[in-house]
């Protein structure tokens, strides 16, 4: 059974200190967006995947002070990356039905089920 959809109010109380701030009766996600090489305005998120990082965000831990950079892949998707308290790279992409995640400092690959996204979040920022 796949999670029930965060509502509006939901995404909006989302908070990753430093990079999600409230602004009047949104949030902004002060990271730069690059979009994939000959992408075009309407090229669109898949919603599932949109869902998906909606959901790791609500855990809200990412430390204070972390510029992740956000990227909407050529399948529609997104990635986030940052660098760990160590310089390290953590990569995060939110797929339709699944996470891939790559851990630089321990040199690790895997995915999981996008319905683990608060799950991972979590083991992330430990």
Known sequence: MRPAAASEGERESCCCPGWV???GDGCIISVTIIPPA??????TVVPRALET???FLGVGNISPGVKPS???TDAGCIELCWEDSSGKAVQVEFRPAEIEFYLEKQDLEGSVP????KELATRLAA
């Open 114 to 117: 996008g319905s683990e996204a």
């Open 53 to 55: 990082f909606y959901r």
């Open 38 to 43: 000959g992408a075009t305005a309407r090229q």
């Open 70 to 72: 956000l990227f909407l």
């Open 21 to 23: 701030q409230k602004a």
